[in-house]
Structures are given as C-alpha cells and as structure tokens.
Nanobody
C-alpha cells in the first residue's frame, strides 16, 4: 500500500555517475521531506541527503557535498539523487525514506513515522 521503491544502482568506476530514483506508491511524496541514506558493510547507516517538503531546502552530508544533488519531480511522484564523481567509499546500499530532518548537523528520520524502501546497491570500483 504505502511503499517506496529505489532504483538506479549499479557498478561504476571511480569518477563515474549514477542517478538513483525513489518512487512512491500509496501516498503523495511531495507532502514529505525525503532523505537518502546509505549503509556499507561494517558501518552504521549514514544520512546522505534530505529535501524538505515545504521550501525545497536541501541538505547534504559533508562526505557528498559538491558531488551529489537531490531533487524532486512532483509529476512523477519521485525523488532523485544524482551522484557524480563517485568514490569507492560511496559503495553501499542506498535507501530512501520519509520524514528526514537535521539533528546536530546529521540527517536522520522521525522514529516511528518513517517509511523505507528496500534499497539499491551502488558499487564503485575499478
């Protein structure tokens, strides 16, 4: 019913680009702040980017600033993450989720109110 579906992951070489998509079903995505998160083996989940539902403000983790861009297409009920200049350390499963916000300069979600997709794998390797 209410679900998010990520797509666009794959294998790319360092310096390459990918565009991830987060498509919503069962709700209107533009009513929500939407965030991108990632998790690599042996590491905690990291907030990558967040786009607000009000003024469209965007936020990025320091590790991706200048390389990643989050955007929204309301007509398609989809949020995107354009990833450029990819590095091996960007390798992870990427998830999108509802209700992101910024806490102590970290992108997080509202616990108990968040919806998550199943993720899409991004592998950056030569």
């Amino acid at each position: 019913q209410v679900q998010l579906v990520e797509s666009g992951g794959g294998l790319v070489q360092p310096g390459g680009s990918l565009r991830l998509s987060c498509a919503a079903a069962g709700f209107t995505l533009d009513y929500y702040a939407i965030g991108w998160f990632r998790q690599a083996p042996g590491k905690e989940r990291e907030g990558v980017s967040c786009i607000s539902s009000s003024d469209g403000s965007t936020y990025y983790a320091d590790s991706v600033k200048g390389r990643f861009t989050i955007s929204r297409d309301n007509a398609k009920n989809t949020v995107y993450l354009q990833m450029n200049s990819l590095k091996p350390e960007d390798t992870a499963v990427y998830y999108c989720a509802t209700d992101c916000y910024i806490r102590e300069n970290t992108i997080v979600v509202v616990t108990g109110m968040d919806y998550w997709g199943k993720g899409t794998l991004v592998t950056v390797s030569s």
